[in-house]
């Protein structure tokens, strides 16, 4: 199968071959996945990322819009508003959405960890979790610089009111912790609401569903 938009670096060219009906049939690793409902952000988030994930989880909707979607993130975070995307189309979809953080769900890979189904958010032992407030920079005319200003105070509110949504936390509390980077544990991000809980193996999570 052909690969489509941006693909994390390290599984990129890799290939399994499966027996089906008689014939080998060859998947990238992705696309493979995929088969078992399963979407991996193992990247910085971008638009090319975004489009592809929307892709697969509108698919994964249209095949059985009952059956849960899991996605695994190792993300250093990324453009906002390709991660509110994503967000949004979780949120759109019927399906249950699963997330797990493994290494790093940074930024707005942390906003997309903790935007899962409530009860199915979780966190491998040796992952950590960090949030933050929204970083960038404008140039040109005073007045481009304003606008730009304007809009990064407004993504500010909109991925605070998210994370207050979702954490249970106040609008305060999340302003608050998040004013600088905020690094946690897994078992510090659980306490905070951010997941659901720490797993240690998959069978953990599958006693969830």
């Given at each position: 199968?052909?690969?489509?938009?941006?693909?994390?670096?390290?599984?990129?060219?890799?290939?399994?071959?499966?027996?089906?009906?008689?014939?080998?049939i060859?998947?990238?690793?992705?696309?493979?996945?995929?088969?078992?409902?399963?979407?991996?952000?193992?990247?910085?988030?971008?638009?090319?990322?975004?489009?592809?994930?929307?892709?697969?989880?509108?698919?994964?909707?249209?095949?059985?819009?009952?059956?849960?979607?899991?996605?695994?993130?190792?993300?250093?975070?990324?453009?906002?508003?390709?991660?509110?995307?994503?967000?949004?189309?979780?949120?759109?979809?019927?399906?249950?959405?699963?997330?797990?953080?493994?290494?790093?769900?940074?930024?707005m890979?942390?906003?997309?960890?903790?935007?899962?189904?409530?009860?199915?958010?979780?966190?491998?032992?040796?992952?950590?979790?960090?949030?933050?407030q929204?970083?960038?920079g404008?140039?040109?005319?005073?007045?481009?610089?304003?606008?730009t200003?304007?809009?990064?105070?407004?993504?500010?509110?909109?991925?605070?009111?998210?994370?207050?949504?979702?954490?249970?936390?106040?609008?305060?509390?999340?302003e608050?912790?998040?004013?600088?980077?905020?690094?946690?544990?897994?078992?510090?991000?659980?306490?905070?609401?951010?997941?659901?809980?720490?797993?240690?193996?998959?069978?953990?999570?599958?006693?969830?569903?």
């Open positions: 199968m052909r690969e489509i938009g941006s693909r994390a670096a390290q599984v990129q060219g890799v290939s399994v071959i499966e027996k089906e009906g008689g014939s080998l060859q998947f990238d690793l992705l696309s493979r996945l995929l088969k078992d409902r399963i979407i991996f952000i193992g990247e910085q988030i971008s638009d090319p990322l975004a489009n592809y994930v929307i892709a697969q989880m509108l698919y994964l909707q249209m095949q059985d819009p009952s059956k849960d979607i899991s996605i695994y993130i190792n993300s250093p975070g990324g453009s906002v508003t390709a991660g509110l995307a994503i967000y949004d189309t979780m949120q759109f979809i019927s399906c249950d959405v699963n997330t797990y953080c493994m290494g790093m769900a940074a930024s890979g942390s906003v997309l960890l903790t935007a899962g189904t409530k009860g199915k958010r979780f966190a491998l032992p040796n992952s950590h979790i960090m949030i933050h929204v970083s960038g404008a140039q040109g005319t005073a007045s481009d610089v304003e606008r200003v304007e809009f990064m105070y407004s993504l500010k509110k909109r991925l605070n009111a998210i994370l207050a949504k979702h954490t249970g936390k106040t609008i305060e509390e999340i608050r912790d998040s004013d600088r980077d905020n690094y946690m544990t897994a078992e510090e991000g659980a306490a905070y609401g951010l997941v659901d809980q720490v797993l240690v193996n998959k069978e953990d999570a599958d006693e969830k569903k």
